[in-house]
């Protein structure tokens, strides 16, 4: 066992006396059990995490039942809704960062054996990922669950955290009152539990089951429901079953694993965030991965479910339809759609996973033949705006806007987005351009929920799109286009766009053009390197520490924006 390093032998008896207080080490017999980290999120500021202190136990006592000695560490994380809209949300992405680098210091450090995570929200769960593929201990995920969905008590209309984005926008357009907004807000979030609809949280945790780090159920069982607790007690018995077979991350994390993933991802119209951090975690893995492989498979793959904030449905439907695997199994009836050979942490292959699967409900999981779409619910646009490529949740766009072209009103940060959409600079048909907010230029790729939802809450959600080198929140919907690469700060094309120049976007092109000459634009390209606009001067008001270095080490959003 890799933790003998740390237990075995004379020369180690100063370590064993230090894990003998720790209290962890119950009886002799420990030393020859396997030793198993519980990787835990836990935090009281982020409702995805408040629970998880108890998970955190539950697992723990599931590891030492199973035969293996149990130690626990917590990682930071970043609440993406409360960090919305001001400086908290630079932190967001570069928190990813930290998580992976975290986790690694602590397995290899400690010689752990194997590893259970408990992440739930954001950028935990993929921080967490990019950490076991890089490490390459076995590894089984287990999150905390989606939270229950919310209720208008007078309208009975269901609510999520988007609600009340949107509600901001509408109150601040008097289409609805302070009162009404009162409502929404404190019945959007009604228990513990990541956001209730298909937003990055929930979409990096149903990717989970379908790459094969996760147990089946891990997805969509609600955080509050007791069906929870088997998946706690089977994660601490495959674990351990792990180490024994020595089945690993890079025995379960093949292409064939992602492309598995990116299916379930077109089929469930995931978040745009998918793309950032699949693209990520392939790359600790060693797995090629690129963009335009989102495309080819989205390209094959129907659109099956629409949930929010592209439906009318969530998390609990989903769970009650039938979960991840109803889906894979509803995509195994078309040939070569899903890998069904790959290893999954259960100890079986996917395709054993999900024999048994059966959707309970034909409206939440559509069956192929009425599928929403013939294509997936992501798309990967391309042009001479967006050379290295752009991502568009394409299940979240009204038919309306899938073409659209329009002269740019430009922005050069979120926060004077927000302010311009709201007090009524922006009207239809107006293509919104926000840009230096992507990985070096936000710095951190701030979300952009806040200018989206306002959009929408104007009732300008089917006549004005968003296009911006920084990204979305999988609470976003509408005509929103984000991780514009090359970004601003680079000199990418997008800083080079000027007020008024028409914009056409062609969504089922996969196309994205600024309809400004070549010659124009090497002319725009040589003033803007004489002399950078007010966007690029953002880093000087940005407090000096782990952002100046994250800004300065950061890579490109199409290649993951991972740190070089």
Same mark, same amino acid.
């Given at each position: ?175 609805? $009152? ?46 509050? *429901? ?19 077979? *020595? ?17 379930? *991802? ?31 498979? $989205? ?73 929403? $779409? ?19 949740? =394409? =299940? ?104 008024? *120049? ?23 390209? =040589? ?38």
């Amino acid at each position: 066992m890799l933790s003998d390093i740390i237990k075995s032998g004379p020369r180690r008896a100063p370590h064993r006396s230090l894990l003998r207080a720790t209290g962890a080490i119950q009886s002799e017999e420990d030393w020859n059990k396997p030793f198993i980290a519980i990787a835990n999120s836990f935090v009281q500021i982020i409702p995805g995490h408040a629970h998880l202190d108890v998970v955190g136990r539950k697992v723990r006592e599931a590891v030492r039942a199973a035969g293996g000695v149990p130690f626990e560490f917590n990682t930071i994380g970043v609440d993406d809704g409360i960090a919305m809209g001001h400086t908290g949300m630079k932190y967001s992405l570069a928190s990813r960062e930290i998580i992976a680098d975290s986790v690694e210091t602590m397995l290899r450090a400690h010689c752990f054996d194997g590893v259970v995570c408990i992440p739930n929200c954001d950028k935990i769960t993929p921080g967490m990922m990019m950490a076991v593929a890089r490490v390459d201990i076995p590894a089984v995920f287990v999150s905390g669950g989606p939270m229950q969905t919310g209720r208008d008590p007078v309208t009975g209309r269901a609510l999520d955290l988007s609600s009340v984005f949107e509600a901001v926008g509408a109150h601040a357009a008097q289409r609805i $009152s302070e009162s009404q907004l009162n409502d929404i807000e404190r019945n959007a979030c009604p228990t513990c539990g990541s956001c209730s609809g298909m937003f990055t949280a929930n979409s990096m945790n149903c990717l989970c089951e379908a790459l094969g780090l996760a147990l089946p159920g891990n997805g969509s069982i609600l955080a509050t *429901d007791p069906a929870r607790d088997y998946l706690f007690a089977e994660a601490g018995r495959a674990i351990v079953e792990l180490v024994r077979r *020595d089945l690993r991350p890079s025995h379960i994390l093949t292409r064939e694993a992602f492309e598995n993933a990116l299916t379930l *991802d077109m089929a469930m119209g995931g978040s745009s965030n998918t793309v950032l951090h699949t693209l990520a975690i392939a790359r600790e893995a060693g797995v090629p991965l690129s963009m335009q492989d989102f495309n080819e498979v $989205s390209d094959r793959i129907p659109h099956l479910c629409k949930v929010a904030p592209s439906g009318i449905h969530y998390m609990s439907d989903i769970h009650r339809a039938g979960g991840v695997s109803a889906i894979l199994k509803t995509l195994c009836e078309k040939p070569g759609a899903i890998h069904e050979e790959c290893l999954t942490v259960t100890g079986k292959t996917l395709g054993e996973n999900i024999s048994h699967a059966q959707v309970q409900d034909a409206e939440v999981i559509r069956p192929l033949d009425r599928a929403y $779409s013939e294509r997936g619910g992501l798309a990967i646009l391309f042009g001479n705006l967006a050379p290295n490529g752009s991502v568009v949740k =394409a =299940a979240g766009v009204a038919p309306s806007m899938m073409q659209f072209r329009g002269p740019a009103v430009i922005f050069e940060s979120q926060e004077s987005a927000t302010t311009g959409i709201l007090t009524g600079q922006v009207k239809a048909g107006d293509v919104v351009i926000i840009r230096y907010e992507g990985p070096k230029g936000g710095p951190g790729m701030q979300e952009m929920l806040s200018p989206t939802a306002s959009i929408a809450g104007r009732g300008l959600g089917e006549s004005v799109a968003l296009i911006t080198d920084g990204r979305f929140s999988g609470a976003t919907r509408g005509g929103s286009i984000g991780h514009v690469s090359p970004e601003a700060a680079a000199g990418g094309p997008i800083a080079l766009v000027q007020p008024g *120049d028409l914009i056409e976007i062609d969504i089922p092109a996969r196309k994205l053009t600024l309809c400004v000459d070549d010659a124009e634009l090497t002319k725009r390209k =040589a003033t803007w390197e004489q002399s950078p606009p007010m966007g690029m001067q953002k880093m000087k008001d940005v407090p000096r520490g782990y952002l100046h270095r994250y800004a300065k080490l950061v890579g490109s959003a199409d290649v993951g924006a991972m740190l070089v």
